[in-house]
Structure formats: structure tokens, C-alpha cells
């Protein structure tokens, strides 16, 4: 069983640990980013990575 | 036609000398004078005149109007650009960014937004918000 636990725990644990960050975003932004996760059912801390991700690709980082 | 009666037999010697004193060599003096007098002042009038006349055209056009043209108008054109610039630059400027957001990323997530902030001298919140308005712009969730 504990093994069984942690094999779940490992896999449920994200790969790489998250930090935070602390942005200031206009209010066009910040809707979109709220509006967005809403619709989406995600956290709008995924909406950010997803956009940091998306902008290294595109600059081929 | 009868003869003309002598006018200084009839009206005594005062008369002869009147009549010989305003003769033909005053009349032509007079008119020699007045002539060349009004000829030589009507020449002189219009050249004085036109030498005014085109004196003064000239520096209308050439001095006012220049004038009028290169300083005036060109001020105000600036004026007015500098107006428009200053009203569109403003609202960029004055734009508020009070939409505090903590989000939660990968450490190399964190250090891509600062080397790259750094790197185009922005601080980390304005190089975030440039990312996210390149991902309004270019991608579409599904």
C-alpha cells in the first residue's frame, strides 16, 4: 500500500516545482487571463505558463 | 470780319504797357516753365512712385510673407504636433496597472521572464504583460 501511495504521490507531483510570481497587468489583460481560466476550468496561473511557453517557442528559446 | 480796334489807343498809355508787358514772351516763359516744370515733376512723381510702389511689393513679398511663412506657420505647425503627440503619448503613459496577479510558474519559466526583461532593460511585470498581449494577438485556446 505505501508504495502503491507513493508511486500516486510522485506521479500527481508536478515534474518541475513551481515559484511564485507576481505580476501587474492591465485590465484588459487581467480580464482575459480570469475570463479565460474561467472558461477554460484551469488555474489562471496555467494561462500564464501557457503564454510564457507559447512566447519561448516563438522566440526559440 | 471788321478790323480789331487797338485797345491802347482806347485806353491810354497804361494800357500799352500792360498790353506790351503781357505780351507773347511772358506767356511762352509761363508756359515754357510750367511745362517743362509739371513734365520734369510728373517724371519725377512716377518714378518716385513706382520706385515706392515696387520698393514696397517687394518687401511685402519677400520680407512679410516669408515671414508669415517660414516663422508663423511653421511654429504653429509644431506647436500643434507636438500637442498631438503629447495627447496620443499620455494615455500610455498614464495607463494603470493594477491588476495584481501572483501566478504560479517553473523556475525556468522565472528565469526565461527575468533574463529577458533584463535583457530589453523592462522590469519583470511589463515584460509579462508584453508576453500576454503576443498571446491575445497570435494564439487561440481550443
Known amino acids: 500500500m505505501n508504495n502503491k501511495k507513493d508511486v500516486l504521490d510522485k506521479l500527481l507531483t508536478p515534474q518541475e516545482a513551481y515559484v511564485r510570481h507576481t505580476v501587474y497587468l492591465n485590465e484588459e489583460q487581467s480580464e482575459f487571463v480570469k475570463g479565460t481560466a474561467a472558461s477554460r476550468n484551469v488555474k489562471q496561473s496555467e494561462i500564464v505558463r501557457i503564454a510564457i511557453d507559447m512566447l519561448m517557442e516563438a522566440m526559440r528559446e | ?142
Open chain 2, 1 to 142: 470780319m471788321g478790323k480789331r480796334p487797338d485797345m491802347s489807343k482806347r485806353m491810354g498809355r497804361g494800357a500799352d504797357i500792360f498790353f506790351e508787358d503781357t505780351s507773347v514772351l511772358d506767356t511762352n516763359k509761363n508756359n515754357e516753365k510750367d511745362t517743362i516744370e509739371s513734365t520734369n515733376n510728373d517724371s519725377k512723381q512716377d518714378n518716385i512712385q513706382n520706385s515706392i510702389k515696387s520698393d514696397a511689393h517687394h518687401t511685402n513679398e519677400d520680407t512679410t510673407q516669408h515671414k508669415d511663412k517660414d516663422t508663423t506657420l511653421d511654429t504653429t505647425l509644431d506647436t500643434k504636433q507636438y500637442t498631438n503627440k503629447y495627447t496620443i503619448e499620455m494615455p500610455d503613459t498614464s495607463e494603470l496597472y493594477n491588476e495584481r496577479l501572483v501566478a504560479n510558474v517553473t523556475r525556468s519559466q522565472k528565469k526565461y521572464v527575468e533574463r529577458t526583461a533584463k535583457k530589453h532593460k523592462m522590469n519583470n511585470s511589463e515584460f509579462v504583460r508584453f508576453m500576454i498581449d503576443f498571446f491575445i494577438e497570435n494564439f487561440e485556446l481550443k
